[in-house]
């Protein structure tokens, strides 16, 4: 909404609020070979969980999730409209509650229940914002944009704990039984807290036409944190036009990104079955602060900081055809990733009983290169109009530094380098005819590598590329009713299968970058008043 105070002084505000929950079921864990539940002992004598589920066991995972946002402000000009400016405060929460039914506790026996209640993430965030532009006559084709502001932000993670038998490591543990609600345990008080953090920031931002065929920019930021001090980061572009619509075009910029409350604090435990041994085995993301992940090495995190150059052409026809390509690097150093995992040494107190640990830190200086290339044309042909496009990018992320590139990280590395694919394409044919609109969309993914864990290591698979073909047939009845009829994945095409988590009640990756649940078909009515 928006209301007009005055002439020149504008008060508006907007918001989001979306809530839902959703289930899905983890590995099936067979009775017969999954010994760390169905086992028979000293403990519990006279008791086994093959009573309660004669037939294995699939736990349902649920989530109930709820965001909400709201931002206002004011804004209007002043200096005879020399001068505008935006005065804005914004808040935002997203709340994520975990929910486990169908499963167990095994180590507490006939004492556990089969729903549980896992716990809470929150990530609250407030921000408040000061926004000006104005407009400097310095005697060039155009007047000097001048843009400048100062946010304050504060940004707060919470994790609430679940059920007491959701984390209990009960007395069955002593004889192989799994502790925590199985498939995935609880938030236990230990992991439970609030965790914030505040910056201040303030940029300058310049842009200037001096003569009709060349523009300038320069920007810089400052920014001051609660965690990690401060930071000073800068861009520096350029465009030239020698001739009416063909463009060539560059920029410079530095970078900084700071870890969040969540990384810096938060431990995640996490169960899966071995591929090999189809035994449930527990793995600890712990806290760099985490006294068992200092002794393992983990490092205070700091933040990332990179730089990045682009450059490239734009072409923008009079008969429809435009196109662009444009070269970019952007190198990262000390990057955002998972530690190896490394299996707790004997001796050492381990009281959530993980089969192995890992911790954020700073692993690797990265580089990327890549190149982006568009080639589109809209115009009459017939009756309508017809509008196609064609893009390709090409992206290859290379290790190229870093603490973990020589103790042997091979798992990050491999995902740094691998898990996207290198290779992506996606071509768009459309002819608009009267109140009716047809599109046709492919979309080509190249090659690329998933990683799983195993209670022993990693393991890898190579997924070969998958075209995907989607397409809808739009009709606006009037200008406030539409109706579309359309498919995604129109061939109803499935890319290769992770034969690696077949026993895992997989059939493809949960990672890959791409819809793996075949054709989707729909009607869609709309409405716009």
């Known amino acids: 909404m928006k209301y007009e105070l005055s002439d020149g002084l504008e008060l508006y505000a907007f918001g989001t609020g979306a809530d839902g929950d959703g289930v899905t079921d983890f590995n099936w864990r067979n009775p017969v070979g999954t010994s760390s539940v169905f086992k028979d002992t000293t403990i519990f004598p006279d008791f086994n969980f093959i009573s309660l589920y004669p037939a294995g066991f699939t736990p349902r995972f649920g989530t109930e999730f709820s965001d909400l946002q ?172 020698p001739v009416d619509g063909f463009a060539l075009r560059a920029t410079y910029s530095t970078g900084f990104r700071a ?99 890992s911790y954020f830190t700073n692993d690797f200086d990265t580089r990327t290169r890549g190149i982006d290339a568009v080639l589109a044309y809209r115009g009459p042909v017939g009756p309508g109009t017809l509008s196609s496009s064609i893009a390709y990018n090409y992206n290859k992320t290379k290790v190229v530094g870093g603490t973990s590139a020589t103790i042997g990280n091979e798992t990050q590395r491999r995902i740094f380098e691998e898990r996207l694919p290198q290779n992506n394409a996606t071509a768009t044919l459309g002819y608009q005819l009267g109140g009716f609109d047809l599109t046709l969309h492919g979309r080509y993914y190249g090659s690329w590598t998933d990683s799983s864990g195993n209670a022993t290591g990693d393991i890898f698979q190579k997924f070969g590329a998958t075209v995907l073909v989607d397409v809808a047939l739009g009709y606006a009845v009037n200008e406030h009713v539409n109706l579309t009829v359309g498919a995604e994945n129109l061939f109803d095409t499935y890319p290769d299968e992770a034969t690696f988590q077949a026993n895992r009640g997989l059939i493809y990756s949960r990672n890959a970058p791409y819809d793996t649940d075949g054709g989707q078909y729909f009607v869609r009515l709309g409405v716009k008043f």
């Not at 402000?73 to 975990?98: F, P, V």
């Not at 006939?110 to 104005?134: K, W």
């Open 259 to 357: 870890p969040t409350p969540a990384q810096l604090n938060t431990a995640n435990t996490s169960q899966g079955l071995d591929t090999v041994t189809l035994q449930v085995f527990t793995r600890g993301r712990l806290s760099p602060s985490d006294p068992l992940a200092v002794l393992l090495g983990a490092k205070p995190l700091t933040p990332e900081e990179s730089e990045s150059i682009t450059a490239g052409f734009a072409y923008q026809g009079d008969n429809g055809l435009s196109a662009s390509i444009d070269l970019y690097q952007i190198k990262v150093d000390g990057r955002f990733g998972q530690s190896a995992s490394f299996a707790v040494p004997a001796g050492v107190a381990n009281p959530n009983r993980f089969t192995s640990v």
């Open 70 to 241: 709201l931002a206002s402000g004011l804004r209007g000009d002043l200096a005879d409209g020399g001068l505008t400016y935006d005065l804005s405060a914004s808040a935002g929460r997203s709340r994520i509650e975990y929910n486990m039914k169908e499963s167990l506790n095994a180590s507490l026996g006939p004492d556990s229940p089969t729903s549980f209640y896992l716990g809470r993430l929150e990530q609250r965030e407030f921000n408040l914002n000061a926004d000006f532009v104005y407009q400097l006559e310095l005697g060039g084709y155009q007047p000097l944009n001048l843009a400048f502001g100062a946010e304050r932000r504060r940004e707060t993670y919470e994790v609430g704990a679940g059920d007491p038998a959701s984390y209990a490591i009960g007395p069955g543990a002593a004889e192989g039984l799994a502790p925590n609600s199985n498939g995935f345990p609880g938030f236990s008080p230990i992991q439970a807290g609030t965790f914030a953090q505040t910056s201040y920031a303030g940029y300058l931002d310049l842009e200037w036409q001096p003569v009709e065929m060349l523009t300038i920019g320069a920007a810089a930021r400052y920014e001051d944190y609660s965690d990690f001090g401060d930071t000073f980061n800068y861009k520096l572009s350029g465009r030239v036009e």
